[in-house]
Structures are given as structure tokens and as C-alpha cells.
């Protein structure tokens, strides 16, 4: 079976038809859905950018990163530290300013850790990121372990005009959707471009892709970056939403949650860190109503999926698909 088909880069119909079918619930969601539930489904939207972000390390190049969440906080950081208490910060300046913050530590970290392979990547990076963690925890001027207040959402404002107003949820909602089409569109097209059939052999076999010439180290600098530039975006999305950030959007936890999105969604497609995304938050939803000892029906739901369905829910629907159509068939 060819990598592409393993990794379900190829979309078959039915996951096409699947979410083009989810787009428009979620174009159609805010006139139906409460204003409690438009929240959750925002931050759904939030972190499967921020799952999409560690798929274009883990499942298209094949880096598992323990500290991913680092870049997700600092551009949450970056917005809170940019935003005044008493007046909204503009959005055209300061969201390329957290992204590209994020992408500039993002950039620095991976100069070292993607030197490093298998076991040694996991815990480089797991490393630089408690580092950070214990930056803002221990360091008042910082916010410290209380973390910092963002009173604002930014301004969308351009020389007087105003063409949306991110304080209202449902603006703040499609704005979020946008980022999250676009997201997934650009990470589509770099799957296929020269750059990602690069970064797919070096998850494949990096020996020998630097055996016929290609500079591994550079590809792979090149996705930490753009990975971390990614999530720096994703928690950019989530301090404006939430109106506030502490240390624990860089600790292990969050860059855990990450690895579960992708894991139980299926990796590699980007769609699988989507559906993901939106699984994972809805079952810790409904398992936090349940029990406080919800990790452990979480854990028992991620454990099921691996050994059901290795390659993730998108993968059991395709797996599905394909049973249907044989048994119509015969």
C-alpha cells in the first residue's frame, strides 16, 4: 500500500462529502445553537487549528513533540502583554506579531531539537517547553502563576472603519471558521507541494531522502517552524476568546491534549486533526459531567480508538465506507 493511501493524504469521497457536510453545520451552527454552545464549539474550532498545527510535525513529517503547547501559549502571552487595560489592542498588527513571535521561539527551539531523533526529540522538546513553563510560573512581572487578564478582544477597525467586531460572539465565531478553512486549505496544498512530498519521505525513510541530496535538516527546521507558527495562532484565537492566559497553556497537559486530537482523529490528512479536535472536546465535555474521574473514561475512550481503529476515526469511516460498498458490491 502506498504511503499516500496509508496516510489517507487522498481523501476519498466520502470524507470529502463528510466535511463539506460539517462546514455548512458549522456555517448554519450560531442561528441554532445557544450562546454557551457557540463558545464551545469556537474553542472546538481553536484547538483543531492547534492540532492541525502538530500534524504537519507528527503525522506528515513524522516528529513527535512533547512541547508543542510552548508556541500555543507564548502568542496567547504576546496578545496579553500588546493589549492596554483600558482599550483594545488593533487585531492587523498584533495577530502577525504573535504568530510570528511564535514562530521566531519556535524557529530558535527547533535550531537544536530537531538535531535529535526518536526518543531524544520527544524529550528535547518536552524540555525547552517546561522551560518556558517555569519562565511565566516563576516570574511575576511575567503575570506568574495567576497568569494575565486581556480585557479586550482586539479591534478589526482600519482607519476608522469598522468591518467586524470580534467582541460579539457570533463575529468572533465566523472569524475563528475563516481561520480554520484557511488554515486547512494552506496545509492541504503544502501536503502536495514539493515541500510536503519532502517532509512525507523524511517520515517515511530520512535516510535515504538525505541519500539522494535533500538537506533534511533544513525541511525539517522549516515544518517545526511553521507548526509552531500555526498554534501560535491557535492561541492567539484562544486568549482573545477566553480574555485570559496563564502558564499551563505551555505545560505538558496542552501539548498531551494535542497528541490525543491527532492520534484519535487519524494523522496526516489535517482533516483527522479537525475531526479530532472536535471529538476529543466534545467527549471532555461530557465526561467532566459524568465524573471528576473523567481522565480515566478518557484514557479508556483514547485506548479503544487505538486499538479499533489505529488510524483514527476518520480512518474507521473510510474503513466503514469501503465494508458498505464491498458488501453492496458482492
Avoid: C
Wanted: charged share 10%.
Amino acid at each position: 500500500m502506498s504511503a499516500p493511501r496509508t496516510n489517507l493524504e487522498v481523501l476519498p469521497r466520502s470524507v470529502q462529502f463528510v466535511l463539506v457536510l460539517g462546514l455548512v453545520a458549522l456555517l448554519a451552527f450560531p442561528f441554532v445553537g445557544s450562546d454557551f454552545y457557540v463558545q464551545m464549539v469556537t474553542r472546538m474550532m481553536i484547538m483543531a487549528i492547534f492540532a492541525m498545527s502538530l500534524d504537519l510535525l507528527q503525522g506528515v513529517t513524522g516528529l513527535v513533540s512533547l512541547g508543542h503547547a510552548a508556541y500555543f501559549g507564548v502568542a496567547g502571552y504576546a496578545l496579553a502583554f500588546l493589549t492596554p487595560a483600558d482599550a483594545p489592542v488593533s487585531l492587523w498588527w498584533t495577530l502577525p506579531a504573535a504568530v510570528a513571535g511564535s514562530a521566531l521561539v519556535a524557529l530558535v527551539i527547533g535550531f537544536f531539537v530537531v538535531r535529535t531523533h526518536g526518543i531524544y526529540f520527544i524529550m528535547v522538546t518536552m524540555a525547552f517547553a517546561q522551560m518556558l513553563f517555569y519562565l511565566f510560573f516563576d516570574n511575576k512581572p511575567l503575570g506568574g502563576s495567576d497568569g494575565i487578564y486581556i480585557n479586550f478582544r482586539p479591534d478589526a477597525s482600519v482607519f476608522g472603519w469598522l468591518p467586524f467586531d470580534l467582541e460579539g460572539r457570533r463575529t468572533f465565531y465566523y472569524f475563528t471558521l475563516a481561520m480554520v478553512v484557511l488554515v486547512y486549505a494552506g496545509l492541504r496544498r503544502l501536503l502536495w507541494s514539493p515541500l510536503g512530498r519532502a517532509l512525507s519521505g523524511i517520515r517515511v525513510n530520512e535516510h535515504r531522502m538525505r541519500a539522494m541530496g535533500f538537506s533534511t535538516f533544513g525541511y525539517k527546521l522549516t515544518a517545526f517552524t511553521v507548526a509552531g507558527a500555526l498554534a501560535g495562532l491557535a492561541g492567539y484565537l484562544w486568549g482573545a476568546q477566553t480574555g485570559y492566559v496563564n502558564p499551563e497553556l505551555m505545560g505538558f497537559h496542552m501539548s498531551a491534549h494535542a497528541i490525543m486530537m491527532v492520534i484519535l482523529g487519524g494523522m496526516g490528512n489535517f482533516a483527522g486533526a479537525i475531526v479530532g479536535a472536535f471529538a476529543f472536546e466534545y467527549l471532555l465535555h461530557v465526561f467532566k459531567d459524568i465524573t471528576k474521574h473523567w481522565q480515566l473514561l478518557m484514557g479508556s475512550f483514547i485506548v479503544l480508538v487505538v486499538l479499533v481503529a489505529p488510524r483514527g476515526l476518520l480512518g474507521l469511516l473510510v474503513r466503514l465506507r469501503a465494508a458498505k460498498g464491498g458488501a453492496n458490491h458482492g
